[in-house]
Structure formats: structure tokens, C-alpha cells
């Protein structure tokens, strides 16, 4: 059945520090993978997709992100945190049709001073 | 501001009873989605209409429903409310149907059962 992992419910970053969020992904054939944000009372918003094509995916707000198939990885990544990106990040993945998103546990960011 | 809005933002009710929660999807988008989000379960897929009709079911309860009207506008049922149905409930929508397409999200629809 097709699963998402997101292995650190919570990280602490200094403002203008690299970021690295894990996403790993279980699921028949390549899938279609999602990074969302979701700010405090707030809906998600997409930060980037990949369905296909060129393996390292830009976003918006700074986001990439890197598909690599041999670790089944989709890992979210920034060169420098702001405060503002300071949210849960939500790692989701879709089957063809786009239903039945499965989504991971999330992984709530905090950025210090 | 996605485009999706969903009403009420907030509602309480009592266990037994019944709720309804609607969504508007972004002008244009065909397909509708409902999540539920908590915090022992997660984000979890409910279901999804396409043009009024009923495109694919995830894990949603029985004593749950929904619907897709002609003005393309969604409604999810809620009855026979529980403690455990306390959750934040989220409504997506996207174009169509023919490919993966991104899914925007209204600003969702907090329930506390009581």
C-alpha cells in the first residue's frame, strides 16, 4: 500500500541556516510527489510538485526539492531560513488519477533568532 | 488566498448531532476533494465529486456524506457526531480529472464536538 514517511516530526533551524526536510515515499511505481506548507490557521499551500522530467524541482518562497528513485526520497530543501518559514511541511504523494492523496504526519518547523 | 472558501470557519455541536460543511471551488475547477485533518489520524484523504458525480471514496465513516451541486459548490454531511470527529476539515479543489493536478486548498472548517 502506498505510504508516506516523514521521519522528523519536528526541527529547530537558525534563521538564515540551510534546511533539509525528509520525505520518503512507499508505492508501486513512481508516484506523484507534493511538498505543502501549512502556516498556523491556515490551509496548505503547494510549494512544488513533481511528476516528472528533471529530478530537482524549484518552488516557491526559495523551496527545491530532489527526487531521487533509488531511496524511494523526495526530500525538501533551502539554502537559507527566514522567520517566516516557520510551518508544518507536509509531504504528500498521488496515484495517477490525482485521488486518494496520501499525505505524511508532517514535519513542524521552528526557526530561531 | 487559494481561491477556495469554505464555510463556517468555525462550529461547535454537541455529540448526536449533524453538521454540514460547504465549499466553493476556485472558478473553473471541476473536481472538489474533502480532507480531515486531526491529530491522531493526520491528513487524511475523505473523498472526491468531479463534475457532480462521485469520483473516489478514501477513509470516510458512513455517518459521513457529501455531495456536489450543479454550481459545482460542495457540501460534507456529518451526523451522528462523535467526540473523535473533532478535527479540522479541509476542502481541495483542481481542474479536472485527466491527469494529477495540484489540488488548492480552502482555509478549512475547524469542528469541536462537545
Known amino acids: 500500500a502506498q505510504s508516506v514517511t516523514q521521519p522528523d516530526i519536528h526541527i529547530t533551524v537558525s534563521e538564515g541556516a540551510s534546511l533539509e526536510l525528509r520525505c520518503n515515499y512507499s508505492y508501486g511505481a513512481t508516484p506523484y510527489l507534493f511538498w505543502y506548507v501549512q502556516s498556523p490557521g491556515q490551509g496548505l499551500q503547494l510549494l512544488l510538485k513533481y511528476f516528472s522530467g528533471d529530478t530537482l524541482v524549484q518552488g516557491i518562497k526559495g523551496f527545491e526539492a530532489e527526487f531521487k528513485r533509488s531511496q524511494s526520497s523526495f526530500n525538501l530543501r533551502k539554502p537559507s531560513v527566514h522567520w517566516s518559514d516557520a510551518a508544518e511541511y507536509f509531504c504528500?504523494?498521488?496515484?495517477?488519477?490525482?485521488?486518494?492523496?496520501?499525505f505524511g504526519a508532517g514535519t513542524r518547523l521552528t526557526v530561531k533568532p | 488566498d487559494s481561491g477556495v472558501t469554505q464555510t463556517p470557519k468555525h462550529l461547535i455541536t454537541a455529540t448526536g448531532q449533524r453538521v454540514t460543511l460547504r465549499c466553493s471551488p476556485r472558478s473553473g475547477d471541476l473536481s472538489v476533494y474533502w480532507y480531515q485533518q486531526s491529530l491522531d489520524q493526520g491528513l487524511q484523504f475523505l473523498i472526491q465529486?468531479?463534475?457532480?458525480?462521485?469520483?473516489a471514496k478514501g477513509n470516510i465513516l458512513e455517518r459521513f456524506s457529501a455531495q456536489q451541486f450543479p454550481d459545482l459548490h460542495s457540501e460534507l454531511n456529518l451526523s451522528s457526531l462523535e467526540l473523535g470527529d473533532s478535527a479540522l476539515y479541509f476542502c481541495?479543489?483542481?481542474?479536472?480529472?485527466?491527469?494529477?493536478?495540484?489540488?488548492?486548498f480552502g482555509p478549512g472548517t475547524r469542528l469541536l464536538v462537545l
Open positions: 504528500a504523494v498521488a496515484p495517477y488519477n490525482n485521488n486518494d492523496m496520501r
Open positions: 481541495a479543489s483542481s481542474v479536472g480529472i485527466a491527469e494529477v493536478e495540484t489540488q488548492y
Open positions: 465529486y468531479y463534475n457532480g458525480e462521485e469520483r
